[in-house]
Each structure stands twice: as structure tokens, then as C-alpha cells.
């Protein structure tokens, strides 16, 4: 049947991996609290993101405009960082047109650490190895199946601890300089 045992073994870990994420993760999640903003560029992805969240048992707060005229995404990357940093939210999620401004506004709220991925391997390593609290795409640069993509890899990855930590104590500490 398998052309090798290797071949079995690697699509079997393969089906586990597909598997976790799609049961685990939305029994893993349940209690979580995302706080979610986007500028008119991607008032669409907003809502669908929204709803994709909402399917998996998570509790979605919008601080985004729901409105299609032009705005301004710094408001909106604060609003998101404060609510995570308060603990009024667990976790940010951010979109703009590139995901890049937005995010550079919520990194300015001492106590977030907003990543911009474009594709899961760098959303599931910011978590594992920097503690991402935000994470932030572009509507303009990634469709929406790619963006589910991307929010299950961030959401189901665990921060390592570890030299990673002391990694992440560094990057803090140069907010008090």
C-alpha cells in the first residue's frame, strides 16, 4: 500500500498534525478572547475572520471600523494593543492593506509584541520562540483561506520558554530604556 514505511510514518504524523488543529484547536480555545481591528482595507476579511473565530468557540471583540470609508489604522493597532495589554483580551488580531502600519501602531503600547506573517511558519515560531500577543496580515496580501491559515498555526503554537524567554525578557526590558 505505502511505498515505504517512512512514507506511512510521515503521513500518518502528518494526519495527527491535521487533525489536532482541526479538533483540538477549537475545544483547546474555548474561554479565549480575541480582540480583533482592521481599517476600511479589510473591513471584508474582518468579518470573516470573525465568523471563523466564532466557529471555533472564541469569543471575538471588535474594535475595528465596520465602515468602508477611508480611516486611520494607527487608532485602530492602539486600541487593540491596550486591550491586550490590559488583559481585557487574550489576544490581538490586526488587519490592514499589508498588516504593516497597523502593526507598527500596536507595538508602540508598551507590552505588545505584534507580528506581521504573510504564511503560518513565521505566525506558529513568533509564538513558540517571542511570545506574540498580536498578530497582524494584510487583506491586500493574503486571501482569506490563507488567513485562516495563518490564525490556526499562531493560535495553536505554545510559547517555549527557555533561552526564549530571556530572549523575550531582552526585547521587553528596551521599553524602559
Not at 55 to 79: A, L, Q
Request: with cysteine; charged share 25%.
Amino acid at each position: 500500500m505505502w511505498a515505504c514505511p517512512l512514507c506511512f510514518v510521515l503521513n500518518f504524523v502528518l494526519s495527527d498534525i491535521i487533525i489536532i488543529i482541526i479538533y483540538e484547536l477549537p475545544r483547546r480555545n474555548r474561554g479565549m478572547r480575541i480582540g480583533i481591528a482592521n481599517d476600511h482595507a479589510a473591513l471584508e476579511m474582518k468579518n470573516e475572520v470573525i465568523e471563523y473565530l466564532k466557529d471555533k468557540g472564541i469569543e471575538v471583540i471588535n474594535y475595528g471600523t465596520d465602515e468602508k470609508v477611508s480611516c486611520n489604522y494607527p487608532e485602530y493597532g492602539e486600541r487593540v494593543g491596550r486591550a491586550v495589554v490590559s488583559g481585557e483580551v487574550d489576544l490581538g488580531i490586526l488587519i490592514c492593506g499589508t498588516g504593516v502600519g497597523i502593526s507598527l501602531a500596536a507595538n508602540k503600547v508598551k507590552g505588545v509584541r505584534a507580528v506581521v506573517c504573510s504564511e503560518p511558519y513565521s505566525a506558529r515560531l513568533s509564538r513558540q520562540h517571542n511570545n506574540t500577543n498580536i498578530l497582524a496580515f494584510g487583506a491586500r496580501v493574503v486571501g482569506i483561506e490563507l488567513a485562516k491559515m495563518i490564525i490556526d498555526e499562531w493560535l495553536a503554537a505554545e510559547f517555549m520558554g527557555g533561552r526564549h524567554q530571556t530572549r523575550v525578557d531582552m526585547i521587553m526590558a528596551i521599553e524602559q530604556k
